[in-house]
């Protein structure tokens, strides 16, 4: 049986002419740049949640609206079989080299935990299987802690620890699925790690238990042998008014304060930066300043919207700036670009899942084209030469010492009376704004 059926192999790859919006113009699995494919830089992963099991629903539309034909099966479990099934269809033709799931994505929660326990077993044994068939890998995995309503006050963060415990078995065996097919890395977005009101809130206990769980997790992992990454995911607002993990600043203080740097890195997704009143970019490089950068969501929200929209990324600015971070620490060793992204509630055709993935795919292979070409060229961005000329006078000098802590405020004085005023330098934004709209608009790019 095929879900597919608008899409009879493998989407190709036809070059920067083509008008095929079944084909890609710049993502070129095999094609090697600064000495690696465009399939390792990129590490796609496609969101099992949003293309697989979003209906299109919106807070005035409660029913699904998409045409999904996996759906049309007599149970909850013979329903999660048909999935699976279309969805290793769509990674082989789509031609991605990873997926990402929650735990409640791909199986159904049972009547009771040993009933979800095996529920979740018989997939992840399918999905074994399929991998082994396909090629196709699993980047990461995760619990859904959100969408049942025990979790309606938080899942680790809930004042009542028997849905601690609930959550803890979720993590329990969503940790052993990943390492049962091989994932790298392991997220937590603390979907309902947060607060509505004060008044009835003890926000400092609610993040000691947080911390708690993320330690409790990190132990069995390690215990299981699990040598990959966690990775925690901020994000500002929604579903809870006050989230725990608002943005990387937030995160990267409370991996501090609970001694959980070691295990952890941050999963940065584009539209809870914008959530934040953040750039994408700012949340990368916040990230990667501090070592932290360890996979991101790639996806899109719209400014001034103060909810999720999740669009996929189209914007070619975006991705070369995200890229350029990406590239500049070296590339993503345990995480990925995961589609944290779903087609508008109009696009509601199984093909529509490909034209966006396609597009987005695109982009990204040719923002990889772009920046290789910035970074050759040494002049924009974190590589660039302009951003070493601009910090130089730390490099020498009593810059050098100041940053060493070998001065003192006295002898800074002393320096600054003796300098004078030091001479106004521009920092040629414009210029610079200039050069990159050259590469992103005019340079042919193939
Ligand atoms: C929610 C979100 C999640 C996480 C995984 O906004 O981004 O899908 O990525 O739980
Ligand atoms: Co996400």
Redesign the pocket.
Known sequence: MTFFPEVDEPIPYQGPDSRDPLAFRYYDRTRKVAGSTMERHLKFAV?Y??TFKGGGQDPFGPDPVYDRPWNDAPTPMEVARRTLDAAFEFFTKLGVPYY?F?DRDIAPEGDSVAESNDYLDEIVQRAKLKQSETGVKLLWG?A?LFGHPRYTHGAATNPDPRVFAHAAAQVRRAIDATIELGGSGY?F?G?REGYTSLINTDMGREREQMAAFLRLAVDYARRQGFQGKFFL?P?AR?PSIHQYDFDCGHCLNFLREFDLRDDFML?V?A??ATLATHSFEHELATAAAAGMLGSV?INRGLEGVGW?T?NFAMSLRECVLALLIIRGQGGLRWGGL?F?AKVRRGSFDTVDLFYAHIASMDVFAKALLIVERVRQDGVLGLAGERIRERYAGYRRGLGRKLMAGETTLEELEDWAGSLGEPPRTSGRQEELESILNDYLYSTRIE
């Open positions: 969101a949640w949003h990402c929650h995760t859904n997220v977005w979907g995911e994000k929604e999963n997704e539209n809870h969501d999720d999740d995961n944290d």
